[in-house]
């Protein structure tokens, strides 16, 4: 009976402490960090692409902005920004000159360049009407972005089109590229009036960490002005996302996010840098290609809103605190259910559909920055059902069991249903692991998913609930052991820099933990 007692403490001691967890979670989010502030003024220019709209793409060729859109994002846009950077003319982006002109700002014109020849100069052929017929709105065009690191053109032929569009214009031309492309192309130089790099620190083969992001950008610049004596350097691109998975130390958030963007303008005040930031607003579109990250560069979110102040305080996330409301409807739901046990049963079963709550509203938000369709919508939200009812039943099992105790002195034996139950999120888990194994670059962490199952198995195990399989089954032992195996490679993705992946092995070891004997009750 002690021993049994003592399992019981250990229980609730350790739900308490996971709960208490998942508050101070919320208490972090909430709570506002101070932030050294950005220098007064006006930011210099930041890329402005208008489809951030639930469904638009510039990829689909059938979809045209409006003046009217593009007037209204304008209008916010000038506000703070003297300048905005296009990356096409097509899809009515040629508007962008006229009406940026109306407000007082300029553009960095940009010439999309691809694989299809015949796409190309037509694009080419518009840019150059656009940019004669409004010069004095044209600080410079950007003939090409990106183009030799998707491997679509020659460098040959990107500074043939540089030499044609600035003879056709007479207007300042650049290529913009990542700033490793540069220093393999360095004859490209010679056709551009400036060389136009991105730095995106979050995207680096070796990614840095957001304290030391600015330093970062500084040390490139020098190296690429080194290689490129004489002639005048933009950074094109830089910046960093406020939501997604971590790469290495690079972790996004909106905390980080205000941070690098505030330093990033101290750093160019006082070095004279010519810079454009990315981006204007959030792109939900870009997370088909990126994943979630993907879909969170914007100093704007998608209802044209600041993200975040430039002075004062920044909070991960202000409303963090409505978690609650899930967490507390779940716990009554889950006592009144126990409404004819004693209340130590359905204390347990409350704070067991707290917890249940405090993960389900982690997960849902995770699967409503990220979902790319209805396709993840659909099984995003099957498995967020799936890990409430699981929580239910373990709760339940925990309660009775705890019941069982002061009422018969010893505790009921176990059941294979919660057996079973573990081996089938062994397997959603396997399934997990290979996404994240083979897509390692663009599938988040779904910890907040895992973490109440994993966790309430745990418990169980305690309490000496869940049955070993039979000794001649070796399949969940090999499962659990596949798992594990899978979560290491995924840390060593990451080079053991990412908390969120030694969370995640954590996790799978926890869920397949208890496998290998059997606990006696």
């Known amino acids: 009976m002690a021993n049994l007692g003592g399992r019981r403490l250990a229980v609730v ?13 919320l208490a972090l989010r909430a709570e506002p960090v101070t932030l050294p502030d950005a220098p007064p003024g006006r930011i210099a220019c930041v890329s402005y692409t208008p489809f951030y709209r639930p469904g638009e793409s510039p990829l689909d060729p059938h979809v045209r902005v409006s003046a009217a859109r593009i007037e209204a994002d304008l209008a916010v846009l000038s506000r703070r920004f003297d300048c905005v950077r296009t990356y096409s003319v097509g899809q009515g982006m040629d508007q962008v000159p006229a009406i940026a002109q109306r407000y007082g700002m300029q553009v960095l014109l940009g010439i999309w360049l691809g694989r299809d020849p015949v796409a190309n100069a037509r694009e080419m052929a518009l840019g150059i009407a656009t940019a004669r017929a409004h010069r004095t709105a044209i600080r410079a065009i950007v003939v090409g972005n990106e183009v030799l690191l998707r491997g679509e053109l020659p460098a040959s032929v990107i500074a043939a ?3 044609h569009v600035r003879a056709a214009t007479g207007l300042p031309v650049t290529y913009a590229d990542v700033w490793e492309f540069w220093l393999q192309h360095p004859r490209l130089a010679a056709h551009v009036d400036f060389v136009t790099i991105h730095i995106l620190p979050y995207w680096e083969d070796h990614p840095v960490a957001v304290d030391q992001a600015v330093q970062h950008v500084a040390a490139v610049v020098g ?9 005048p350097v933009l950074i094109g691109e830089t910046g960093w996302p406020s939501r997604g998975r971590a790469r290495e130390a690079a972790v996004p958030g909106l905390v980080n996010e205000a941070d690098f963007v505030r330093e990033f303008l101290r750093y160019a005040r006082q070095n004279h840098v010519a810079y454009n930031l ?12 990126e994943g979630t990250v993907g879909g969170y560069w914007g100093l704007y979110d998608d209802a044209r809103q600041p993200k975040f102040p430039l002075q004062g305080p920044v909070a991960e996330d202000p409303r963090a605190w409505r978690a609650l409301v899930p967490a507390a409807l779940l ?3 889950f006592a009144v259910t126990a409404w004819r046990r004693r209340w130590p049963e359905q204390a347990l079963r409350a704070l067991a559909g707290f917890g249940g709550g405090l993960a389900l509203a982690a ?3 995770q699967l409503a920055d990220g979902a790319r369709g209805a396709l993840e919508w659909g099984a995003g939200s099957v498995a967020l059902a799936a890990m409430l009812v699981t929580v239910w039943i373990m709760g339940a099992r925990l309660a009775r069991w705890s019941g069982d105790i002061d009422a018969a002195g010893s505790a009921p034996a176990t059941t294979p249903v919660l057996a079973r139950l573990q081996v089938g999120w062994l397997i959603v888990l396997a399934w997990l692991d290979l996404l994240l194994v083979f897509d390692p670059r663009y599938r988040d962490l779904p910890l907040a998913l895992i973490a109440p199952v994993a966790l309430g198995f745990a418990l169980l195990r305690i309490a000496g609930r869940v049955p070993a399989p039979a000794p001649a089954d070796r399949r969940p032992q090999l499962l659990a052991l596949g798992c594990a195996a899978l979560a290491t490679i995924t840390l060593l993705h990451e080079r053991g820099l990412n908390p969120g992946a030694w969370a995640w092995l954590g996790l799978n070891l926890l869920l397949g933990s208890g496998l290998w004997r059997v606990r006696s009750a």
């Open 13 to 25: 001691a350790l739900l308490l402490l996971a709960v208490a967890g998942g508050l101070l979670r």
């Open 161 to 163: 089109d540089l030499d």
């Open 223 to 231: 190296q690429v002005r080194a290689a490129f004596p004489g002639k």
């Open 278 to 289: 990315i981006e204007a607003f959030d792109q939900p579109w870009k997370r088909r290609l």
């Open 331 to 333: 716990a009554l739901v």
């Open 363 to 365: 997960a849902w938000g």
